[in-house]
């Protein structure tokens, strides 16, 4: 049994799609997954099951969730063996010792399109700054990520792919709840 953590897009944040996490840990139960556990209310799920295919977990949780709470809500799902990696070859904390309170995660639904990506310009963005490595961008944000252009919808109309964004405290919580299991 592998352990997963299931990342939502766009739940609890500004007063919509207001989804509980008890109740999403409940789906979660519902659908066979063991050892369900949920962090802050972003919609962070980690959960433990047989299913090795990301594609299917994906989308076995969203049409859950369209079917239970009626809202179509975009799902990215990794496997916790992933998620230290991630952190550990963050390319502004590895080589350009930047302050970890100000970078984050994005995390694709796929891989970007190479010609998507080539009409992207990295510098028009300064003082924030990206890096994309396959499916997640690394993203540094001077300002705070409340502040930036680089958000979710950013990449996702530029990339046409989902995304959803995590903090470097976030990431390291996830990994110490999989670290239990």
Partial sequence: MKTYISMLRG???SGKN?????DL???CQSL???NVSTYIQSGNIIFQTDECSLNILETTISKEILKIFFMNVPVIVIEK???KPILEQNPFLKKRNKDAEKLYICFLSNLPDNQLLKKIEPTSYLPDEYIIAEKMIYIFCQ?????TKLNNNF?????KLNA?????KTLTELIKICDTF
């Fill in 81 to 83: 063996s992933m998620l």
């Fill in 32 to 34: 066979g997954y063991k």
């Fill in 164 to 168: 959803t964004t995590r903090n470097l």
């Fill in 155 to 159: 990449f996702e109309n530029k990339l």
């Fill in 25 to 27: 840990k409940q789906m």
């Fill in 18 to 22: 207001i989804l509980k996490m008890s």
């Fill in 143 to 147: 300002n705070g990520y409340g502040n």
């Fill in 11 to 13: 739940i609890n944040v």
